[in-house]
């Protein structure tokens, strides 16, 4: 069997993630994950412009959210949907991180464990794929992915100095035909 993406970044350390974790990032093929979420984006208008650049969700509390994967061993593509509001990324393997594009934006994620859980932190920032961003700009930006009440739950962080809080959602998902991840 081909490692999956996830595999192949974390490589032994991926076995020691919560079974909710592995279970999210060992399929491969098309499938969907549900769940709730809730979604707060920041206020100033550097703020709304850098969320619309990005195409991330407007604030909403406690919606319905879905997570349409199609993945191989080389890339993978999130649509998801958060109470019928699309974001869309891609993600692949890059000089052993993992980069992904989100809207007009691109990032590349250093990937580690600590205990159960997986952390992604932003090390690059590209608008347009080509222009960078400063690096002190990646310093807010965050991902936890871990599991709590059987199901696997991620919450995400992304503040810029001088733009303050550009969105922080968070939530749980578990596979959809209902069953739980473990």
């Not at 970044?9 to 909710?20: K, R």
């Not at 936890?144 to 303050?164: H, I, K, N, Q, T």
């Amino acid at each position: 069997m081909t490692p999956t993406l996830f595999q192949r970044l974390l490589g032994a350390e991926f076995y020691h993630l919560s079974p909710q974790v592995k279970a999210l990032h060992s399929q491969s093929g098309q499938f969907v994950w549900r769940g709730l979420s809730t979604i707060e984006r920041g206020n100033g208008l550097l703020a709304r412009l850098a969320c619309s650049v990005a195409r991330l969700p407007p604030s909403m509390r406690e919606v319905p959210v879905s997570v349409a994967f199609t993945c191989d061993n080389a890339r993978e593509t999130w649509q998801r949907s958060f109470n019928g509001v699309p974001m869309y990324s891609r993600l692949a393997l890059d000089a052993g991180r993992l980069h992904e594009r989100l809207g007009l934006m691109s990032f590349r994620f250093r990937l580690y464990r600590i205990g159960a859980d997986l952390h992604w932190v932003a090390e690059e920032a590209k608008f347009l794929g080509l222009i960078p961003l400063p690096a002190f700009w990646c310093e807010g930006m965050r991902c936890r992915e871990f599991a709590s009440d059987g199901r696997y739950c991620f919450m995400v962080e992304a503040r810029l100095p001088w733009f303050g809080q550009l969105i922080h959602y968070q939530g749980w998902l578990m596979p959809d035909d209902g069953k739980p991840a473990d």
